[in-house]
């Protein structure tokens, strides 16, 4: 049987019981069988990522080990430049754009081994919550194909569930890394912002906008996190000084711990099942020796609110590049004004139009200071807020997403309904701290739930112990029928 | 009515790092087009700025030379307009917090000082450079642009004055101190004709005596320090002439259309426009401790205003200091370095922007190397002091020294220059040309003393120059006295 | 609070090309969303956000020292039209 982790997959490669290029094939061959359904991917180069397994077999036969994801499949949410490589961050705009240039993160994978199986698909500019909004066409769930992987980095989240990759890269702007893993029960998380360099990323929201890993265990997301992140140079957001051990708190559990349930974070429009599930954890948590409080952050009930202004706000400068001159499409017209005007109209989709809209009208003379003006001091009152709790417990904890996977179509009417999906990961992104989703179980109808951790600033190390114990205590080991009907 | 002009200046100097702004692209004038180019100063996607530590500091020493306050904390903003030449929509600048507030530039207008004052000093892009073809070769007729970005990205350091200036030729003089400063830091090329140094006027009228300001008109495109003048006096001129005709001042931006001499309305759709400024979430806040403005202080040359105090406080009268003070770092440095040897400043301050200056402009080595220390224009004086050699003679000496034939006495005694001081020579050289001349003499007797001044040359003449003009002359008025 | 939006000036500011019927459309769902959004002006606060980096960066610079630039021919690839090196858009203004 072919390995499901890098960890193991790295075990066998080293042992020589496998090969990196028995791993890519067996990835290819579960994405031949499967993106049909899924849509994971946007782009696949199979005879450059057979060239990258050649190479890292013969590294490895010749003692050349470049670290934990050499000779490993993994796959790239395509908001990453890739030099040579089509790179469209899933938008009309971008079509046909192939980049002079690598991501910072691309030259560590590079450097580090892995192999790039391809580019995944996403809402377009990385705005969206299913993966709907690509203009490429939506992913699927690989747990029911009638529903979303959520997103934005859904292709990433559905083709490390179904297997098409051990591991992936997604980035998360609101949860969209830990919202999609949790929807498609895979690990997903989104480190302190800072600590994994921007330089290639298409930017979204550049204050909120981070890269992190999809894996599917614990183990594997320490993995991929500590070859890509780091200080980078060319990135004055990167953070310059020394990062935590982050598998320092691996096997210790939470005896002695403390953690803070956020109150805010349930009620009303959280599912049963979810609530129950989480509950239940928490239960656990406490008899692992856990002390469980109740942590209330009130400024949470506004995140999302502050959340919808600021990074529209980003956005609509970071998207105003796209203007028909230099790269991409470009719409005809007679004057300069009139072909930037019709390329953006053509180009975008309905929901980055929306964003655009939004974020020029918060920052536009008379709104600013009620608009984007103010909720940066929400943003300010949410990092006071995490800062009293985090002066009185070691990690917070809450589901994932209020809800499950939910049906292709449900909520693409309806705006509002969408940012909903958000607001347990939103805090987390205006606060800049790290957090993780862990899958913990299934519904009743067979749909993974996610479990958040969140911590304190380049406080990884603790937020790792306490997302390891989780796992430990779900034992969570189900995959997809659809990976079922591949392996 | 008697209107008084009130006029702001922004001026837009281009730093002359060895990189740009954000990016490692070369800071190049001239090269091929779109050669120095790179993801972020291309506006690729995904790319990022980051700031020069270099240019930073640059702006800080133009904000200590024009006795700014550099702000303990500043930050960068974006300001968002779509144009073609600038490749992120948005150009990476400063609004609230800029790096520098508060200063001053003395300026020199028909002889009298005047202080303008400075609201800010800020960083920040430039952008890339449109060429608009087709026929015509005019903006309105263009059938197509052509876009380089070589120059997006060049570190710009914006440079706004209060409302504070009141003529056409006060205006000039305030850019032209501006350049001179700039120049004297060495962070900028300074050159207007190639743009590293870009005027933007602002300029409003109202009769004299009142206090608010009347509808400001800014004039955009002067690239000279005369365009200047002569725009601000042309839109002083017409503005004047639409309030005295009963119409009204509209607030636009204008052009300066070198060719004909006029100001022209610049078409723009946009009403007002709405920059929607808002802190740039790719850079970090700057702080500027005490200790770096310190620093940056450090380093500060001496500027073109304090060293021209300097010159009339160590005895120059002022037009001989504004000379010696507008000359080049050479030949201040050798004037300095004499007087430091002993030298009469006048005295060295005049060979220095007359023989050794001409020296130099005839051997086209203005800007290089002088082969000429303070300790040999101190000793040429000296010689000339003692009567050694004589102030014609010491030209002579001056034009050997440079040539690289030795100090100024090996010159005088190689070329046998050195003064006749034996009265005995002298006396029989004066007999010999005053029997020569009975004609001057008999002139003289009949009370044309005026003659004297030929018979001294003749005297020179017959001495090679080596003879000392004073006491030719005494001699020579004594003999003819006395006989 | 009833959140008014001048859409038509709103893309425009965008550069956004739209028709009556798209501006009708975003501007309904900007008034439901900035309703939501107007939740912010519930806090009450004077705090300022100078600095939202977690860890508080303050002065990230870079040394002034070249970097290769990008090859010309690989990034005019990219480009809709060029012309002897240059990117080629049409005139800034209508004619006249
Ligand atoms: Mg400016
Ligand atoms: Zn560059």
Redesign the interface.
Known sequence: MTPTTIADAGRRLRSGEVTSVELLDSALAVAARTEAQLHAFLTIDRDQARETADRADADLAAGKDRGPLHGIPIALKD???TRGLE?T?ASQI?SG?????N?TVVDRLAEGGAVLVGKTNLDEFAMGSSTENSAYGTSYNPWDITRVPGGSSGGSAAAVAAGSALGALGSDTGGSIRQPASLCGVVGMKP???TVS??????F???LDQIGPLTRTIEDSALVLSTVWGHD?????????ELPDIMSGFGRGVDGMKIGVVKELSGEGYEPQVESAVSAMVENLAASGAEIVEVSLP?F??A???Y??IAP??A??NL?????????H?AA??????????T??EG?GPEV??R???G??????GY?D???G????????I??DFARAYGQVDALVSPTSPTVAFAAGARTDD??AM?LSDICTIPSNL???PAISVPIGLDDQGLPIGFQVMAS??AEDVMFQVAEEVERLAGFDKTPSLAEVAS | MNWEPVIGIEVHVELMTESKMFCGCAVEFGAEPNTNIC?TC??????????NRKAIESIMAIGLALNCEVMPRSVFH?K?Y?Y?DL????QISQFDVPVCVNGYLDIEVDGDTRRVSLERAHMEEDTGKSTHIGEGGRIHSATS?L?DFNRSGVPLVEIVSRPDIYSAAEARAYASGLRAVVAELGVSDARLEEGSIRFDANISIRPRGDETLGTKVEIKNMNSFRSLERAVDYEIQRQIEVVESGGEVVMETRHWDEESGVTRSMRT?EGSS?Y???MD????PMAMSPQWIDEVRATLPELPGDRLQRYIEGGLEPALAGVLSGSNKEMRDLHDSAVAEGADTREAANWVTGEVTSWARRHGSEDSEIPLTGADLAGLLRLIGEGTVSSSAAKEVLDGVLGGEGSPAEVARSRDLIQITDTSVLESAVDDVLAHNPKAVADYSSGEHKIVGFLVGQVMAATQGKADPRAVNELIRSRLDGS | MPVD?D?AH?????????SADELEG?KN??G???E????????E?????EN????A?EN???EDVRRDS??RD??L?????TRDGY?V???????E
């Not at chain 1, 754009?97 to 240039?101: H, S, T």
């Not at chain 1, 105003?320 to 991409?328: K, N």
């Not at chain 1, 940066?376 to 009152?381: I, K, L, T």
Request: cysteine-free.
């Open positions: 908001n990453m430049t790179t961050a971008l754009y192939v980049p002079p240039y991501a302190t912002y800072g921007r330089y290639g990323l298409i930017a929201a550049s204050s140079p060319l990135d004055a957001t990167s953070y310059p000084g400024s009930d506004i999302l609110s502050a919808y202004l706000a980003e609509s400068a105003a590049r796209f203007d028909g001159i230099r790269y991409g470009r017209g007679d004057t300069t004004e009139s072909l930037m005007s019709r953006r109209a975008f139009v929306r655009i809209l939004l020029t009208y918060a920052l536009s003379a600013y009620a608009f984007y103010q909720a940066q001091r929400v943003r300010a009152a990092q006071e705006p509002l940012y606060s800049g701290h600033a380049l | 993801p291309l506006g690729l996607p995904g790319a990022l700025p980051v700031p974006r968002n779509f073609a490749p992120k929509n948005y642009t876009l759709k709405d929607r400024y808002f979430p790719d850079l970090a | 939006i859409i709103v893309a425009h500011l965008a550069r956004l090309d739209l975003y769902q900007l439901l969303i900035l939501h959004a107007a939740r912010v002006q519930t806090l606060s004077d705090a300022t956000m939202a980096h977690p860890l960066l990230r610079y870079r990008l090859d690989e990034v690839a990219q480009a809709p039209e990117f858009v049409p005139p800034a203004l209508e004619s």
